[in-house]
Structure formats: structure tokens, C-alpha cells
């Protein structure tokens, strides 16, 4: 698969968002917000085991637990969020601006169900977005 100028273009770009959100999420995330998710990580753990167990007094307990703990991560998840929202939305609307009127950006070498053989400018990068910020959050530790 041969990548066009406007597909490099566009993956240097989802490459360049994917880090400034990363690093603004590892700067911006609390300790209060880290703390939640582990929360929140081990009350899934106590969850699965109260339903193996049939322990419905305790699953109901755990799920009333389980809806304040993410309130609680998504309001510290919220601040950085609310600081990437406005690039984001300047580099969207400069994309479409730029990459709408060309159509298919990237040809797959597969035709693939509803999507097809090829991508747009969004397609492609929502694509490049998300195979770039997983690893780079993985490997900042930000989830």
C-alpha cells in the first residue's frame, strides 16, 4: 500500500494530536484521578467475584460504589479534555477544509464490510489516531 502526500500528511498530524493529548493528560491527571481508576479497577475485580458467588446484596453495594468511582474519574478526566477540545476542533475544521474535496485519501488493500476499499480524511484519521495514542498512552501510563 502506496501512502499519498495527503495521507503522510494527515497521519503526522494525528500523530502530533495523539502526543499533545497524551502529554496533556499526563501533566493534567490528578493523583486524586489515577487513585479512581485503580478504584475503579478493583471494584470490577470484587464485582465479578460477588456474580461468580451470587452474592446479589454485595453486587448491588459494589454497583452503587462502582457509578460514584467514575463520576469521580470522569471529573478529573474532564480538565484535560476541556484544554485539547479547542485544537482539536481548530485542526478538524482546517482537515476538512483541506482533505474533504479529495475523496478517498488511502486505498486498503481489502475491501472491508459497510467501510469498504477505501478511506476518506476522517476515516484515515480516526485510524492513525488510534493506532498511534493506544501505545502512547500505554506507554506513558496515563491509562
Known sequence: MVLSESAIEIALISAALAF??????????SEEGKAAKEKLKELQKDMKNAQKKGHVKKM????????????????????????????????????????????????????????????????????????ISIPLNKLLKNY
Request: aromatic share 16%; hydrophobic share 55%.
Open 60 to 131: 448491588q453495594k459494589l454497583q452503587g460504589e462502582m457509578m460514584t468511582t467514575m463520576m469521580e474519574s470522569f471529573r478529573h478526566q474532564f480538565k484535560p479534555m476541556l484544554i485539547t477540545m479547542g485544537p482539536f476542533l481548530l485542526v478538524f475544521w482546517w482537515l476538512k477544509g483541506n482533505y474533504e474535496w479529495m475523496g478517498t485519501i488511502v486505498n486498503l488493500p481489502i475491501t472491508l464490510p459497510i467501510i469498504g476499499s477505501g478511506l476518506g480524511w476522517l476515516g484515515w484519521y480516526f485510524l492513525c489516531i488510534l493506532v
Open 20 to 29: 499533545m493529548s497524551a502529554m496533556v493528560t499526563k501533566i493534567f491527571l
